[in-house]
């Protein structure tokens, strides 16, 4: 008997930024979603000790806050048609300039998000967080 599905799947998880659509299962070793986020909001300024991401802008307008070699926090606004990458360790933060949708292409949701600066009060997000049912939007 196959181990696997044909089966379409979606999952939404809401943010106070906007939501992620999640289109691959969180059991495989790498992560595909849709981060739509709103107008004039932005995610945490955050950096991963086990992730790493890559963002294409689908529609909107956005920007990368992300830091450069001498440590220093630039802003670029996105733009359609190019990929960008965070490395590992890289501190960074998206932001909708109009509301936006941005594909993620990442490793899985492992290791800790470490929340620097949070415009929703926020604590750093940690593999144990992720497991609670009851979390809500607040991770």
């Known amino acids: 008997m196959p181990k696997f599905t044909n089966a379409p799947y979606i999952k939404i998880v809401e943010k106070p930024w906007g939501y992620e659509l999640h289109f691959t299962p969180d059991n495989l070793p790498y992560m595909g979603k849709i981060l739509h986020i709103n107008a004039g909001e932005r995610i ?14 689908k ?5 990368i806050i992300r830091e450069d070699t001498q440590g220093n926090l630039t802003e670029t606004e996105m733009e359609t048609g190019f990929g960008y990458t965070c490395r590992l360790g890289q501190k960074h933060r998206l932001a909708g300039i109009t509301d ?12 800790n998000t470490y929340r620097l ?10 593999p144990r967080m992720r497991k609670d049912p009851n979390r809500g939007w607040n991770v």
């Open 59 to 63: 529609s909107g307008r956005a920007k």
């Open 100 to 111: 936006c949708e941005i594909f993620e292409v990442s490793t899985p949701e492992i290791g």
């Open 117 to 126: 600066e949070d415009d929703y009060l926020r604590p750093t997000e940690t």
């Open 44 to 57: 945490s300024l955050q950096v991963h000790d086990k992730k790493q991401e890559s963002w294409f802008l």
